[in-house]
Structures are given as structure tokens and as C-alpha cells.
């Protein structure tokens, strides 16, 4: 599926070599923290409240991640959850998620991934300002690799996926995430509370970016969070949407983003986010 503000494909820009280089990249980030897992996983330090952890493995795979982005292209930016912020030249940004699912990560629960996007500036852009025209996600425990490139469709291992198209909302399977601070958790409890009485059950899987595959897959038929970084969303949003789903924001006029995301199949989308986003 292609949107139709498509950058041109030049040769620094050619989204199927992107994706390619995505992909290598995140397989052995990913091979690398389920190595660092076997040897036992503490807590270096947290963020934006207690339950906010960073472990050792996730500042390791993002220092291997930057490292392999700017032997094979020196002048790409990459930005990074744990702390990277490198303006380039050549209108490429890397957005990286070194471990997304920490905490499944910190309990070894089989849900976490590596996330690398290559992204560009244009109108077509989510509401931090970027879009990714490649990207990768590979989960280790599972030894799933999602890789997408703009208009090239989305594969798991391989193998070419949709969405399940579901457009009922009382029997969709609606995934979800909540942030770490407690104020954003009372708005997302009430998100939960509205939408729990309306659709078939919702899940809590614990990494967005592994969330958006699943969706991409036909594993889940909707997600939705408030609060997500460009890190979280940038390589999973491109393989939902290439997989068939439809991406609103918070309203008509709000780019998905940080303010609000909702993906499924096209005739849900909306529905759901009235429904979960209904009283505000
Ligand atoms: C988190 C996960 C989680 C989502 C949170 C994210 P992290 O990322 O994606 O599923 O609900 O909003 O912050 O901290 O594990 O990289
Ligand atoms: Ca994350
Ligand atoms: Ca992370």
C-alpha cells in the first residue's frame, strides 16, 4: 500500500534498501539483548517515574544500533529513546527503540523487540514531525522479524501479512498501553473502562511496537495508546499500515502521534477512537 505523498525513491533514499538495512540491524540488536538476558537483567537507572526502568541491555543495543546505522550511512540522523540525538545531512532520521517491552524484558515475559525506522520530514507525517518509509521490528523470544518499506507491503519472517480487516467493534480484540506516571494512567483507566464494556476484550501486551505487528498479522484486530514516543510507534505504525490498517490521531485535525494513535481496519478506526476517547 503506497501513500500518496511518497518521497521520491532516490538512491540514498530507496526505502526497500532501508528496510533491508533495518532489518540486518535489528536481527542482531536483537540476538545481542536476548544474549545480554541470559546473563541476568538489572535495573541500571529510571526515568519518568519509578516503574520507568532502563537496564543495561537496553543502553548496550542502542550503542551496537548507532554504531551499525553510522558505519553503513555517516550521514543519517538517528534519534534514540536512550538518549541519541544526531542531526544528519541527507534527510534520513533513524528512530530507535533499543528494547521496547522492558519491563517484559526485566521479566523475561516473551514480548519485547528491537524497533528501527529510517524516517523522513514531510506533509504526510505523524504529529512528531516524522514518517517512516522503512522499518523493522524483530522480537528475539519469539523469532519473529517484521519489516516493511513504504508501498512494498509488510512481512512476517518473510511472509507477506494483512490485517484481519475486522470492522465489528463488539467482537474486535482491541490491544492497548498504558504509560509510567500515575496521571496519564488515570486517563488511560478511563480509556479501558469506556472501551472494555463495548468490544470483545482488550489485551496488554506491553511493547507497542510488537503491539502494531501483532496487528499487522491479523493477531489483533485494533490498538490504540495515548502518550507514545516516535520510538514506540515509528517502525510498527509503517508495517500496520502496510498490512492494510488505517491510523487516526486524536481527531481529524491531529496527526496520529504522542497525543493519541488508533489503528485497525479502516471502517473501525473511527468508532473506536469515539468510543475511547468519548466524555473527554
Ligand atoms: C513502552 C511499551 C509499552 C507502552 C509504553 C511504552 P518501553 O516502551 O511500548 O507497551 O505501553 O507506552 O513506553 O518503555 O518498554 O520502551
Ligand atoms: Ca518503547
Ligand atoms: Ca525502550
Not at 500496520?240 to 473501525?268: H, I, K, Q, S, W
Request: proline share 5%; charged share 20%; glycine share 10%.
Amino acid at each position: 500500500m503506497s501513500d500518496s505523498t511518497d518521497a521520491p525513491a532516490t538512491p540514498a533514499h530507496d526505502p526497500q534498501a532501508l528496510a533491508g538495512l533495518a532489518a540486518e540491524i535489528a536481527q542482531q540488536a536483537a540476538t545481542r539483548i536476548l544474549e545480554l538476558r541470559a546473563q541476568g537483567v538489572a535495573v541500571a537507572a529510571s526515568k519518568s517515574s519509578a516503574v520507568d526502568i532502563v537496564t543495561a541491555a537496553d543502553q548496550e543495543s542502542e550503542r551496537f544500533i548507532v554504531a551499525a546505522i553510522q558505519a553503513a550511512r555517516p550521514d543519517d540522523g538517528i534519534l534514540g529513546e536512550e538518549g541519541t540525538g544526531i542531526t544528519g545531512t541527507s534527510g534520513i532520521t533513524w528512530v530507535i527503540d533499543p528494547i521496547d517491552g522492558t519491563v517484559n524484558y526485566l521479566y523475561d515475559l516473551p514480548a519485547y523487540a528491537v524497533s528501527i525506522a529510517a524516517t523522513v520530514t514531510d506533509a504526510a507525517a505523524f504529529a512528531d514531525g516524522r514518517r517512516a518509509i522503512a522499518g523493522a521490528v524483530c522480537n528475539p523470544r519469539t523469532d519473529e522479524l517484521f519489516v516493511a518499506w513504504q508501498g512494498g507491503g509488510a512481512t512476517r519472517n518473510g511472509e507477506p501479512i494483512t490485517i484481519t480487516g475486522q470492522e465489528d467493534l463488539a467482537v474486535s480484540l482491541v490491544a492497548t498501553g498504558f504509560g509510567y506516571t500515575v496521571e496519564r494512567r488515570i486517563e488511560q483507566a478511563a480509556m479501558v473502562s469506556r472501551l472494555l464494556p463495548k468490544a470483545r476484550d482488550i489485551r496488554r501486551i506491553g511493547s507497542a511496537a510488537y503491539d502494531l505487528c501483532l496487528l499487522a498479522a491479523g493477531r489483533l484486530d485494533a490498538y490504540f495508546e495515548r502518550g507514545l514516543q516516535p520510538w514506540d510507534y515509528a517502525a510498527g505504525v509503517l508495517i500496520a499500515r502496510e498490512a492494510g490498517a488505517r491510523l487516526l490521531g486524536r481527531d481529524d485535525a491531529t496527526p496520529p502521534g504522542e497525543p493519541f494513535l488508533v489503528a485497525g481496519a479502516p471502517n473501525l478506526v473511527a468508532e473506536l477512537r469515539d468510543v475511547v476517547l468519548g466524555g473527554e
